[in-house]
T-cell receptor
């Protein structure tokens, strides 16, 4: 069964500094990766999707995928206090929802 | 504006009572999902529905059933709720079968006493 692990568990950054989050997965056939953000007591919103090795940028959010290393990361450029939330990595190993596994999340706190 | 709406937002029930959680989406998405989220366990898939009356068990279906009679509406039913079903329940929808982006509702926090 796919294991998706995120690190660190929590991260505190100053407004304007770069925030970097990590996600490792166990199934090398995984082909579909997304980063979601969850504000307290709210649902998840997708930030960036990536399907091939390399980099994908969506505004201030950049995902890096290295499938050989079983690793996908998220970098938040110039984080703002409104970016304070839990960030979840979601990895899919097939084209069906049953193959979708979420990590436990990284709690990011951005201070002015 | 694409939206997944869940009702109610908060619910308190006693053990043994029946629970109905409702979810609606306005995107005409074929696929809808019910997840529960617990500390230390993350999001776990309970049921998935590929269309009206086409439902499939997820990873933790025991103690739950679902109903989808209209494409835009998906219900989660707990017959005789148990205390270990206390959780936050999220509904989601997607245009396809799961490789696409999931759109989530705001969740229902269920407490079973």
């Amino acid at each position: 069964q796919q294991k998706v692990q995120q690190s660190p568990e929590s991260l505190t950054v100053s407004e304007g500094a770069m925030a970097s989050l990590n996600c490792t997965f166990s199934d090398g056939t995984s082909n579909n990766f997304r980063w979601y953000r969850q504000h307290s007591a709210k649902g998840l919103e997708v930030l960036v999707s990536i399907f091939s090795d390399g980099e994908k940028e969506e505004g201030r959010f950049t995902a890096h995928l290295n499938r050989a290393n079983l690793h996908v990361s998220l970098h938040i450029r110039e984080p703002q206090p409104s970016d304070s939330a839990v960030y979840l990595c979601a990895v899919s190993r097939n084209n069906y929802a049953q193959g979708l596994t979420f990590g436990l999340g990284t709690r990011v706190s951005v201070f002015p | 504006d694409m939206k997944v709406t869940q009702m109610p937002r908060y619910l308190i029930k006693r053990m043994g009572e029946n629970v109905l959680l409702e979810c609606g989406q306005d995107m005409s998405h074929e696929t809808m999902y019910w997840y529960r989220q617990d500390p230390g366990l993350g999001l776990q898939l309970i049921y998935i529905s590929y269309d009206v009356d086409s439902n499939s068990e997820g990873d933790i279906p025991k103690g739950y059933r679902v109903s989808r009679k209209k494409r835009e509406h998906f219900s989660l039913i707990l017959d005789s709720a148990k205390t270990n079903q206390t959780s936050v329940y999220f509904c989601a929808s997607s245009a396809g079968t799961g490789a696409e982006t999931l759109y989530f509702g705001s969740g229902t926090r269920l407490t079973v006493l």
